[in-house]
């Protein structure tokens, strides 16, 4: 199916034609076109603009610089929506998770992973995912739809709420300092979406999160990883996880739709890499499987030529889960042998285990709970 077919066959709802229209999610042109409507000149957008994305207001009667005729008369219109959080969840590192519902009642997860030097926010794409790679628990749960730009922007804009950073403060003074698409689904599936959103998100008049602090990570849809470098120029990061066709037909099933060959040239095409800039190559660490020197040092030689950065991850177990993950020494010597072929390798820390919230663990509370609920009947 190609990234087009996918996105209208899984698109977000509509939303119903007697309800109030939700003004976040759309572009600034979208925004200036609804207060034409109402019959307001470019001016009230850009108020709009700096009420909803850099103070964060969720209610018009706040939005004190608009007289109050006007603050009722878009409170009758349109609505200022964000996802409910269902679900709060602490990692006693730190770590918080949001399961986050949506007006249909779909969930999707949120993380947001805070560290000495910078604050990163795990943003979901889709609820479920599509590629059913055998080491991700997201990928065992099926692919629902798409989340429009207005759900992708509110799980930002909810976080921000939860962690106090209204208005936007001074770069030095942010908690959420970077942003990864590295939730749920595979965000060049829903590309229109997510490039809407994340205009708005790095917009300098509102939450201004630069494009170098944004990282979109694919697990290898080659059509679209052009254009998302050249619309959107943000950081990429590929899922890699084999160096072998073999090995990554198995473990993501996309490689058979577009293998290593291909996925590489794309990557040496992608605008904007370069050694200052370097892609990042994710590669869970899978006992017995992909870990061996034999595959480290194939891993450099398939590297050679691209202005690269591999991050090791430590497989993060979930029930069920069908690999086990590499011993610390054999992750140690993977890394050693990247490093010394000058290729940086840090092996990451996993973080937020304890509540399900490190890589490759993210599946929607509902979405196990319905499956508990369905064995649990079928062996009745």
Known sequence: MSSLAHAEK?????EPA????NLIGLSRQELEAEMAGLGEKPFRARQLWHWI????VADFAEMTTLSKAFRARLAETYCLARPEASLDQLSSDGTRKWLLRFADGQEAE???????????????????CTLTCRFCHTGTQRLVRNLSAAEIVGQVMLARDCLGEWPTPSGEERRITNIVLMGMGEPLYNFDNVAQAMRIVMDGEGISISKRRITLSTAGVV????????ELDVNLAVSLHAVTDEIRDVIVPLNKKYP??????ACRAYPG???ARRITFEYVM?????DGAEQAHALVALLRDLPAKVNLIPFNPWPGAPYATSEPATVKAFSDILFEAGISAPIRRPRGRDIMAACGQLKSASERQRKRETETTATA
């Open 18 to 21: 007697t309800a109030r229209r």
């Open 273 to 275: 890499a370069h050694n």
């Open 110 to 128: 949120c993380v947001f992973i805070p560290d000495e030097e910078r604050g990163t926010l795990c943003v979901s794409s889709q609820v479920g």
């Open 260 to 265: 290593l060959a291909a996925l590489l040239e």
């Open 223 to 230: 059509p679209m990883m052009e254009r998302c470098g050249r």
């Open 10 to 14: 899984f698109a977000p709802p509509a």
């Open 286 to 290: 899978l006992k017995d499987v992909n």
């Open 53 to 56: 994305y850099h103070r964060g």
